[in-house]
């Protein structure tokens, strides 16, 4: 799937340069061919924001938060607090989200980029933080409701060494708030909600 989406993004790299490098340069009256038309067109299909982004604006803003956590059933939760700025980036394409908090008595920082990727006709999660080296992305859609994404992904795990899944359940709530579910899967194949996140935007 990386390679294929490689592929098609150095065509349409090629389309817009090859003008340019061409000598002699094409007239302007001259007409692209059939297979750069059909580029251009695939590139206007999956670069154009569309209905599916409008998703991403409620994440706009600064965010007062509010977090549990759990590290196995049926413990009582850690809760802390921490902020989040989010901004649309390259005309609501996307979102990026900077987070600040505490973890374990530390200060912690994370960002976030979602997006909804015309190609995979998915939203997209990119996660990285200030307490691991590691790569976290999710995938997934949302509900007929429009109101809950259900991603899925999966986590390293320096403990095992291995890969672990996991699901992520964003709720955009009737009064603005967000919630945000982290579950992680038992050896059993059960559902353990491990965080728990309430953004709350700041007035």
């Known amino acids: 799937m990386r390679?294929?989406?490689?592929?098609?993004?150095?065509?349409?790299?090629?389309?817009?340069?090859?003008?340019?490098?061409?000598f002699p340069r094409m007239s302007s009256a001259q007409e692209m061919s059939a297979q750069d038309k059909q580029m251009m067109e695939m590139m206007m299909k999956y670069g154009t924001p569309g209905k599916n982004h409008e998703v991403l604006k409620k994440f706009a803003g600064n965010w007062d938060v509010e977090i549990k956590s759990w590290q196995k059933p049926g413990d009582q939760p850690m809760m802390s607090k921490g902020s989040m700025k989010a901004e649309?980036?390259?005309?609501?394409r996307y979102v990026k989200c900077d987070f600040e908090g505490m973890m374990m008595g530390q200060k912690f920082m994370g960002l976030e980029i979602i997006g909804y990727d015309l190609y995979q006709n998915?939203?997209?999660?990119?996660?990285?933080?200030?307490?691991?080296?590691?790569?976290?992305?999710?995938?997934?859609?949302?509900?007929?409701?429009?109101?809950?994404?259900?991603?899925?992904?999966?986590?390293?795990?320096?403990?095992?060494?291995?890969?672990?899944?996991?699901?992520?359940?964003?709720?955009?709530?009737?009064?603005?708030?967000?919630?945000?579910?982290?579950?992680?899967?038992?050896?059993?194949?059960?559902?353990?909600k491990s965080m728990e996140i309430l953004y709350i935007k700041k007035m």
């Open 3 to 22: 390679l294929s989406r490689f592929l098609f993004f150095m065509a349409l790299l090629a389309v817009f340069l090859m003008p340019i490098l061409s």
């Open 88 to 92: 649309l980036l390259f005309e609501g």
């Open 122 to 192: 998915k939203y997209v999660t990119f996660w990285i933080d200030s307490m691991s080296t590691a790569f976290l992305q999710t995938s997934g859609t949302l509900d007929a409701s429009g109101m809950v994404l259900t991603e899925a992904g999966s986590s390293s795990n320096p403990m095992t060494g291995g890969m672990e899944k996991l699901k992520n359940v964003t709720t955009f709530m009737p009064d603005g708030k967000i919630k945000f579910e982290m579950i992680m899967f038992m050896p059993d194949g059960k559902e353990f």
